[in-house]
C-alpha cells in the first residue's frame, strides 16, 4: 500500500508542471492578441503583401479550426495587389492536420491532468484525515519541479533554439510536409521561427509565473495557519 500511494503522490507532483504547461500552450493557441501580436511585430502585411484585417481572420479560422468550429484551416484572401487566392498548399494544410492533432492531444493531457490533481487532492485528504499541511508540500514540490525543467528548457532554448525547433519536429511529425519554404509558402510567412522562439520564451516566462503563484500559496497558507496557531 506504501508504494501506491508513494506512485500516486509522485504522479501528482509530476501533473502539476503537466497542467502549467498544457494550459499556457492552450492559452496561446486561442489567444488572437498572440498572433496579432506576431503580425505586427515581424511586418507580416509587408512580407505577405496580405492587409492586416485579413491577417485577423486568417487568425480566427486558425483558432476555430484548432478547435473543431470549422472543417479547414483554408481561407481566401485578396492581396494588395488585388490577386485573390487560397492561402495554403495541400501540404500545408496536411501539417496543419497534424498540428491540430498535437493541440487535441495538449487539450486532453490538461483535462487528464487537472482530473487527478483534484482527485488526489480529495483522496489524499480522506486517507491523511486533513494533513493537508503534506498536500500543500506536495504542491510545493510540483512547483519546484516545474521551475527546474523550464530553467533547463530556457536555458537550452536561448542558446540553441533553432536545433532545440528542428528536433521538436523531428519528434512530432511523422511527414516532411512541417519543411516549408519560407519564400513561397504562406505559413512559415505567418509564423516565422522568430514567432516561436519569442512565443516559446514568453510561455516559459508564463508557466513560472503559475509556478511560482501556485507554489507562494501552498507555502503561504501552512506558515500563517502555524503562526496563528502559536
Given at each position: 500500500?506504501?508504494?501506491?500511494?508513494a506512485?500516486?503522490?509522485?504522479?501528482?507532483?509530476?501533473?502539476?508542471?503537466?497542467?502549467?504547461?498544457?494550459?499556457?500552450?492552450?492559452?496561446?493557441?486561442?489567444?488572437?492578441?498572440?498572433?496579432?501580436?506576431?503580425?505586427?511585430?515581424?511586418?507580416?502585411?509587408?512580407?505577405?503583401?496580405i492587409?492586416?484585417?485579413?491577417?485577423?481572420?486568417v487568425?480566427?479560422?486558425?483558432?476555430?479550426?484548432?478547435?473543431?468550429?470549422v472543417?479547414?484551416p483554408?481561407i481566401?484572401?485578396?492581396n494588395?495587389?488585388g490577386?485573390?487566392?487560397?492561402l495554403?498548399?495541400?501540404?500545408?494544410?496536411?501539417?496543419?492536420?497534424?498540428?491540430?492533432?498535437?493541440f487535441?492531444?495538449d487539450?486532453?493531457?490538461?483535462?487528464?491532468?487537472?482530473?487527478?490533481?483534484?482527485?488526489?487532492?480529495?483522496?489524499?485528504?480522506?486517507?491523511?484525515?486533513?494533513?493537508?499541511?503534506?498536500?500543500?508540500?506536495?504542491?510545493?514540490?510540483?512547483?519546484?519541479?516545474?521551475?527546474?525543467?523550464?530553467?533547463?528548457?530556457?536555458?537550452?532554448?536561448?542558446?540553441?533554439?533553432?536545433?532545440?525547433?528542428?528536433?521538436?519536429?523531428?519528434?512530432?511529425?511523422?511527414?516532411p510536409?512541417?519543411?516549408?519554404?519560407?519564400?513561397?509558402?504562406?505559413?512559415?510567412?505567418?509564423?516565422?521561427?522568430?514567432?516561436?522562439?519569442?512565443?516559446?520564451?514568453?510561455?516559459?516566462?508564463?508557466?513560472?509565473?503559475?509556478?511560482?503563484?501556485?507554489?507562494?500559496?501552498?507555502?503561504?497558507?501552512?506558515?500563517?495557519?502555524?503562526?496563528?496557531?502559536?
Amino acid at each position: 500500500m506504501k508504494i501506491v500511494k508513494a506512485i500516486a503522490y509522485w504522479l501528482f507532483i509530476i501533473c502539476l508542471p503537466l497542467l502549467f504547461l498544457t494550459s499556457t500552450v492552450r492559452l496561446g493557441v486561442n489567444s488572437t492578441h498572440l498572433y496579432e501580436y506576431g503580425f505586427d511585430k515581424y511586418g507580416i502585411s509587408e512580407i505577405t503583401k496580405i492587409d492586416r484585417t485579413q491577417l485577423n481572420e486568417v487568425a480566427r479560422r486558425l483558432i476555430d479550426y484548432f478547435n473543431s468550429k470549422v472543417e479547414t484551416p483554408q481561407i481566401t484572401v485578396v492581396n494588395k495587389d488585388g490577386e485573390e487566392f487560397q492561402l495554403f498548399h495541400d501540404y500545408e494544410l496536411t501539417h496543419l492536420e497534424d498540428v491540430k492533432g498535437l493541440f487535441r492531444l495538449d487539450y486532453q493531457a490538461q483535462v487528464a491532468s487537472l482530473a487527478y490533481i483534484i482527485i488526489y487532492g480529495l483522496l489524499f485528504l480522506l486517507w491523511r484525515k486533513g494533513r493537508w499541511q503534506d498536500l500543500a508540500r506536495g504542491v510545493r514540490r510540483g512547483c519546484a519541479l516545474t521551475l527546474v525543467l523550464i530553467a533547463a528548457l530556457g536555458i537550452a532554448s536561448i542558446f540553441n533554439f533553432e536545433q532545440l525547433f528542428i528536433q521538436f519536429h523531428l519528434v512530432s511529425f511523422n511527414n516532411p510536409y512541417w519543411m516549408l519554404n519560407p519564400s513561397k509558402d504562406y505559413l512559415i510567412m505567418l509564423f516565422p521561427e522568430v514567432f516561436w522562439r519569442n512565443a516559446a520564451l514568453l510561455g516559459v516566462g508564463i508557466i513560472a509565473a503559475e509556478a511560482l503563484f501556485s507554489g507562494g500559496i501552498a507555502w503561504a497558507i501552512p506558515f500563517i495557519y502555524q503562526r496563528r496557531r502559536r
